[in-house]
């Protein structure tokens, strides 16, 4: 079964000459329930005033998108086996470099979850790992992109996206 998701993604010139270059990249992302997120492309590729340093650029949604779906998924599987879970916390990371044609890609994205459990029954280091093996392995957005997904602390030898 196929599922949709949709988004929004609303730009106005607001005046501006706009051949010149000299527009705002400043936009609105609009989710379900009108959750909007104010977008815009990163300062480090359009400078600032023409980029929003407040606003998600798509290079940033990307890792907080992967970095969420494995935290998703590792909830899901930590309650399965019965371990609770009392905070997580991820300061992800996404890489751009140059691909073979010479473009710019986000080519790694590391992940850095920090758990906090609770409870009688606590995981083992292997169960952990085990863990976020799983959550990786079934990360709906790991499994679309190119990019090599790594968590910190985790060794293996994935030099694919699962």
Same mark, same amino acid.
């Given at each position: 079964?196929?599922?949709?998701?949709?988004?929004?993604?609303?730009? /106005?010139?607001?005046?501006?000459?706009?051949?010149?270059?000299?527009?705002?990249?400043?936009?609105?992302?609009?989710?379900?329930?009108?959750?909007?997120?104010?977008? *815009? !492309? =990163?300062?480090?590729?359009?400078?600032?005033?023409?980029?929003? =340093?407040?606003?998600?650029?798509?290079?940033? =949604?990307?890792?907080? /998108?992967? *970095?969420?779906?494995?935290? $998703?998924?590792?909830?899901?599987?930590? +309650?399965?086996?019965?371990?609770?879970?009392? /905070?997580?916390?991820?300061? +992800?990371?996404?890489?751009? *470099?140059?691909?073979?044609?010479?473009? $710019?890609?986000? !080519?790694?994205?590391?992940?850095?979850?920090?758990? +906090?459990? &609770?409870?009688?029954?606590?995981? &083992?280091?292997?169960?952990?790992?085990?863990?976020?093996?799983?959550?990786?392995?079934?990360?709906?957005?790991?499994? !679309?992109?190119?990019?090599?997904?790594?968590?910190?602390?985790?060794?293996? +030898?994935?030099?694919?996206?699962?």
């Amino acid at each position: 079964m196929a599922h949709e998701y949709r988004a929004t993604v609303d730009w /106005s010139r607001d005046g501006a000459v706009f051949t010149d270059g000299k527009y705002g990249r400043g936009h609105r992302w609009i989710f379900d329930g009108d959750v909007e997120v104010p977008g *815009s !492309s =990163a300062p480090s590729s359009v400078p600032l005033p023409y980029s929003r =340093a407040d606003a998600v650029d798509p290079e940033e =949604a990307l890792c907080a /998108s992967v *970095s969420a779906c494995h935290m $998703l998924f590792f909830l899901a599987f930590a +309650a399965k086996k019965g371990f609770v879970v009392d /905070s997580y916390r991820d300061e +992800a990371v996404a890489t751009m *470099s140059r691909n073979e044609r010479g473009k $710019l890609f986000v !080519s790694a994205i590391a992940l850095n979850p920090q758990v +906090a459990f &609770s409870g009688e029954k606590r995981p &083992s280091e292997a169960e952990l790992a085990d863990i976020h093996h799983r959550a990786h392995a079934e990360c709906y957005i790991a499994n !679309s992109i190119l990019a090599e997904v790594t968590i910190a602390g985790l060794a293996h +030898a994935e030099t694919e996206p699962a």
